[in-house]
């Protein structure tokens, strides 16, 4: 440093004021890498500029502000870091600051320092533990000089209090009061007695263990250097939210639990109480991919014996096709229960309920009729009060499927699928051309063997397979009117004995343990098809609820009782529905604790805002209640939000609102 400067320093008068303080402290902290234990030093000074009391300057701030001057007047040299030479990393913590050294050995063997580092403990980390900031002293010299000490081809040695960071191969973790309360259960615990007896009197063990198995330390009994857990269910659940439940721990599965419980301590039934606690956690139910979903058996729609083709269809829209002759979507009619027959209607996805009913009158009705049944989703043409009604007054029955379950339809999905691999094969390469092609498929699919009816569509309606090529020898045997219309009610009553043979073998071959839900039980609903506003994907809940069931519509759909918020359907398949559970080793998961009276006001805690929709004054908030499922997640606006403040202003300031 300039002399003159050093100097300055020297002659640099006792501050008198805050705002003169602050202009040394600045300086100070322009050079600090060259001040060994700069925070520690400095940190009286610190302290006296952040109090709102009046200016006190005592022995204490006079002998730091002395001492850092004769610091900066001994000119010590750092050494220039060499990256092939071996670092020595040395680290100190005190109660209020942690310091670290960079050592090199110089030209002359001797250890020079190349940098150092302190930091001031904020005041959450000056209520660790002496071994936790020692280890957290350690943390920021590694990261202070990694830039130095990754891909370094020597070994870095760290000097340090050994003796408070040795706490950490201790096989207890032990706070105060879990200490204690250990230390008391064991006290009137049977097995515990029974072995400090037994160890007293120097008599065999009354167990199938050896009493060599069993030692003491801290005044608590260990069983093989794990610290024994009586029969206390407090105690144990207390235990597994430590090792389930922290951040640090981030709710492992079955295995990883007891793995790390067991390495510090040890009760009679451990791996059962684990399983029973993890299967009752909220969390791991709501938020992990469900590895054993519900699987409840196909129930196959029956066929009527009496149905003519087209009597009993399902419908279905593949939208989203380029566009083509001014269409982007086909409309795909399904003979149900008779011919498997399939009618394509080209159309536009904006197409509604009266649209619906047209394409069906021109390409349908004017050939077979109308239907007694339509089977389809939910889609606003058909779940509309129009098409509804209009079913109603043309004696058509209307089968939509529950919420979220193509399968329902699934005759029609799997038509689909045919359609769209014809449409991938024939205009690929020339898209836009789908629309001129839709008479050939249907017409290719109609002339095709069926896996069910073991015939052909055609076969089935007309009683013969049209020729789509001139074939090779011309046909001489033409059967009479009469043989005609025998061939075709046999291949009709054979085409029916083979839907319901199929019918017969899906269901045995689909049956599985599926235990239905009853009346009031409680259950998860997959969030799959759940879309909330502003709101990420990737890490929202895989389930929401729980929700009751508050009506069995049959073994395999249920109505569920949703927030009023909710505008979807309230009846699912039970493929959707995950059961709730609720163990006695886990506790109860929610607390639900009562309103707090605020102002003569009862108020529930907001634990976070979920997500927004709206804007300006319309915008709502997504709000979930602390202690409560997300179930009873509701939506409020911002006046609501009086005695929270804080949480609306921190989510207005992550989402640039």
Known sequence: MDPIKLTSIQQWPEPHTVKQLHSFLGFCNFYHRFIPNYSSIAYPLNELTCTNEPWKWNELWANAFATLKDLFSSQLALLIPDKTKPFILETNASKVTSGAVLYQANSNGNLQPCGFISKAFGPAQQQYKVYDQELLG???????????????????????????????????????????????????????????????????????????????DSDLLLFRKRIYIPDNKNLKQQILHLFHDLPSFGHPGIFKTTSLIHQHYWWPGLTIFVKNFINGCAACQQMKINTH????????????????????????????????????????????????????????????????????????????????????????????????????????????????????????????????????????????????????????????????TKTSPFNIILGYNPIPIPPAIEPTNLPSLSERLRLLTTIRKEALAAHDLARLHMARHTSRNFTPFKLGDKVWLEATHLHFPNRSRKLSPKREGPFTIEQVLSPLNYRLKLPKAWRIHPVFHASLLTPFAETDSHGPSFTQPPPDLIDGHEEFEIEAIVSHSGNGKRRKYLIKWKGYPSSANEWLKEADFENAPEILNDYKTLHFL
């Open 293 to 452: 979903p519900t699987t409840p058996p196909l129930t196959p729609i029956p066929a009527d014996p009496s149905a003519l083709p087209f009597q009993f269809v399902s419908i279905d829209f593949i939208t989203d096709l380029p566009l083509s002759n001014s269409f982007d979507s086909l409309m795909v009619i399904v003979d149900h229960d008779s011919s498997k027959g399939i009618v394509l209607c080209p159309c536009n996805k904006t197409i509604d309920t009266l649209g619906t009913a047209l394409l069906y009158h021109q390409n349908v009705y004017c050939r077979f009729r109308l239907p007694k049944h339509i089977i389809s989703d939910r889609g606003p043409q058909f779940a509309s009060h129009v098409f509804q009604t209009l079913c109603s007054h043309l004696g058509i029955k209307s089968k939509l499927s529950t919420a979220y379950h193509p399968q329902t339809d699934g005759q029609t999905e799997q038509a689909n699928q045919e359609i769209e691999a014809y449409l991938h094969i024939y205009c690929g390469t020339a898209p836009n051309t789908w629309a001129e092609s839709i008479p050939d498929l249907e017409f290719s699919h109609n002339l095709q063997t069926h896996s069910v």
């Open 138 to 216: 350690i943390i920021w010299g590694l990261t202070a000089w990694q830039h130095y000490l990754l891909g370094t081809p020597h070994t870095t040695i760290i000097w340090c209090d050994h003796k408070n960071l040795s706490y950490f191969w201790a096989a207890h973790h032990l706070t105060p009061h879990l200490h204690n309360h250990i230390k008391e259960s064991q006290a009137t615990d049977q097995l515990a007695n029974t072995i400090l007896h037994a160890k007293t009197l120097n008599i065999p063990s009354p167990f199938k263990f050896s009493l060599d198995d069993w030692t003491t």
